[in-house]
């Protein structure tokens, strides 16, 4: 082979390299819309990747550990039966939920369940109900606010009295991040104009799904003049075990490159069947439209996990709860206090945001958004002044 056949191949190699270092970080940063989340998705990834490379593992689909990999490589028979192991993983993975994993579950009892007749919204030929608390049995009251606990803990209302923690500053950078650990929920429209599914109620198009809720929250509050940063990457797609993982090492990244945040927003959807499995979207009435209903998911240190701040997220909740069911009796369902964490231990102003259903329509949950965030704006306002 003489030299020019050499460099020729070597000029080819190199090309398909740089193609596939390309193809690679487009994917990496997909979910980004700025050159710092793009360089915030590359440093996360980066690392992983690169061990992957040294361990020849980087054409392996089967979401088994970098580690696991090293250590299944030991042993040629272990080698050998990788299908095997990455099978028996992922059931014990999915059979055995860490205490970090949100489960959709209806948890709100008891309610009354009201028919909602709501000409000005899409009809998607789901049932409506309004749902509200008849009874302060088996809840926590404070105000307005309903408070659902299944923890341990006893919830003295003087600390809920107290002005909550986290505060919007003067300085620069983003104050607000928004993300979706579980961003493929999905909405049900009035008209299927071709969306693909990835799963029940779950898709990658941003037009359907909680991303474009974040979206809508992340408007109102820029429009108010708090810098935000909307990371719109899809954490439980293409694997949706493990999404709390990823979102928090995604946090984590962003926290060391804006010190500046102070309120952490997981948007999610809910999912909601009556006694006989029929689907219902969950909604209040605003003016001539309905508005999906939200729940507050808050989280505690009751499955172990360290969360020294949990009560200070339960108390900035409470303040939005009771701002917004000030101003709109019925959009608010009962706050749910949870033994898991929900990645809330990153932050005193962090909140998981559940905005509607899977029957809701994108445009109910839309306006949901845009009702809370706009609430959001006096609360933090007005605690910073």
């Known amino acids: 082979m003489n030299r020019k ?24 940063t997909a979910g980004s819309t700025t050159a710092s989340e793009s360089a915030a998705a590359l440093r996360a990834a980066l690392p992983v990747k690169a061990l992957k490379w040294e361990l020849g593992d980087l054409r392996q689909e089967d979401a088994l550990s ?3 990999v090293l250590a299944l490589s030991q042993s040629p028979l272990l080698v050998s039966a990788r299908s095997a192991v990455a099978e028996l993983w992922s059931s014990e993975r999915e059979e055995q939920p860490s205490p970090d994993t949100h489960r959709e579950e209806i948890v709100t009892r008891p309610v009354e369940e ?26 926590t009251v404070w105000g307005k606010v309903y408070i659902s606990n299944s923890t341990d803990h006893a919830i003295p209302l003087t600390e809920l009295d107290a002005p909550f ?13 928004i993300l979706h650990s579980h961003g493929s929920e999905a909405y049900t429209p009035a008209e299927d104009d071709g969306i693909v599914w990835s ?21 109102v509050l820029s429009r108010a003049g708090i810098s935000v940063l909307h990371d719109r990457t899809l954490y439980d797609y293409p694997n949706y075990t493990g999404a709390y993982d990823r ?3 995604a946090i984590r990244t962003y926290q060391a490159q804006y010190p500046s945040l102070r309120f952490i927003l997981d948007v999610h959807r809910d999912a909601i069947e009556d006694g006989q499995g029929n689907e219902y979207k969950v909604v209040s009435a605003v003016g ?82 845009r009702l809370f965030a706009e609430r959001m704006v006096e609360v933090l306002t007005a605690r910073s002044k």
């Open 5 to 28: 056949t050499i460099r020729d191949l070597a000029h080819r190699a190199l090309a398909l390299a740089v193609a596939g270092g390309t193809l690679w970080a487009v994917a990496v």
């Open 66 to 68: 970098p580690a696991t």
């Open 114 to 139: 009201t028919p909602l007749e709501a000409p000005a919204a899409p009809d998607n030929g789901v049932a409506a109900r309004t749902l509200v608390p008849t009874s302060t049995e088996g809840y």
């Open 165 to 177: 923690a986290a505060e919007l500053t003067g300085e620069e950078g983003p104050q607000v991040l």
């Open 199 to 219: 799963g029940d109620h779950r898709t990658t198009d941003s037009r359907y799904n909680v991303v474009q809720v974040g979206e809508e929250i992340a408007g």
């Open 247 to 249: 979102s928090l090492a």
């Open 288 to 369: 001539e439209e309905t508005a999906a209903q939200m729940t507050l998911v808050m989280g505690s240190d009751g499955s172990g996990l360290e969360h020294p701040d949990w009560m200070e997220n339960l108390k900035l909740a409470a303040a939005l709860q009771q701002d917004i069911l000030t101003e709109f009796s019925t959009l608010m369902r009962p706050i749910l206090l949870r033994n898991s964490r929900y990645n809330q231990h990153v932050s005193a102003g962090a909140l998981l945001l559940e905005v509607g259903a899977a029957g809701n329509s994108p445009e109910e949950a839309a306006l949901a958004g």
